[in-house]
């Protein structure tokens, strides 16, 4: 830690901010105190909270329209190591990195591992792309990857994981996330039962190359870049192959993959009773898949699903959860979005922390949706900036990161020895 970005610049920026905060922590504690909260409590919880950021989210991202490239994007993986380090020297949540293979292929993982350790940076779990051809040209995922009806393509598919688990292993990753992109664009294209069964099959295969600790987590998405029928739609196509895979395979939710109005915070609910609830891709949405900062357009909705988790944490029905943000970061610069992003989802977990649970069942058995309701909104609508900065500063974190990170001018830096690139490897999301 602390290579990125000295620390003494992130202190020497804290020293201007810290009476500001001190006074709005003292004001915020007694309020919750009312409310029979300790602060301090809440504090030490919300500092042992993580997300892991992903590697792709540190380059701009574009549509299928076109791309408008920063200035000082990283290059490669060693460029994103080193601005994913920017991030957390600044606000220390986002420890660990997801990275995406073939896009961060290295020839020597064990280097790549030693560089990330040297800015503090650990790995979490890798992802697997299938949805674009395989670098070496050996076969096309065209018509579909794992569920491809070319034995050849299921085949060279299935490797890209297992190489995947593979790199994982060198980097300390604990788990694997999967998703395609296979479905049908026109009614007719594909067997919907074939596919799945070929999906099952190759996933299996995939499954059997897992170490004993590993996770293996199942995203599902209803459209794009079908758009007529995707294999692994929702969340119970998910839930049915992670039950079939075994105890090693989860369901994963990306807060963009579910068609409009459906409540996601039920599907956390019932993934979380049936045991197969694994990790977040944290983003957020207008329409579809936006993959929008998390939190910048619906945080209610943000807050509501840590209502859930915290909820089950707190009658121990939670496991291991992989946190990650998933997210396109088309006109700002990444740094700064994934930093706030963070932060909200930070903040949706500390406000989850202010729901008294008793108190909401009581009000749902004694049949009063306003007071239930009300529980939730107090929570929702306290203003819990004081708990998280606090919290990132006794971290050794910035108070202010952003304002802290614009002194710094990174990118003008960068761009002095990162050559700016017209194309995209790893942007559009
Ligand atoms: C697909 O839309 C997705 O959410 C998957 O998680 C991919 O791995 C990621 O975005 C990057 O394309
Ligand atoms: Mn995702």
Redesign the pocket.
Known sequence: MYKAIKKELIDQHNQSQKSNLDFDFKYLEQKLKRSGFDIHVIKEQIKKFQVAV?T?GVGTGGTRFARFPGIGEPQNIYDKIEDCAVINDLIGFTQKVSP?FPWDNVDDFKELKEFADSYGIGFDVV?S?T?QDPTDDSASFKYGSLTNSSQEARDKAIEINTQSIDNGKILNSKGL?V?V?DGGNFPGQISFSKSLERYIDSMKKIYAHLPSDWTVLL?H?PY?PAFYSTVISDWGTSYICAKELGDQAMCLV?L??HLPNTNIEMIVSRLIDVNKLGGF?FNDSKFG?D?LDAGSINPYELFLIFNELTNASQKNKLSNIAYMI?QSHNVTDPIESLMLSANEIVNSYAKSLLVNYSQLEEAQDRHDPIRAMQILKNAFSTDVNPIVSMARFENGHSIDPISTYRTLEYKKQKAKTRKSSKGSS?G??
Request: zero cysteines; hydrophobic letters at 25%.
């Open positions: 992903p792709w995406h992802n792309n949805f996330t998703w992109g995203e998405k794009e990306d963009g993959h891709h898949d993959d998933d790893s559009i999301v």
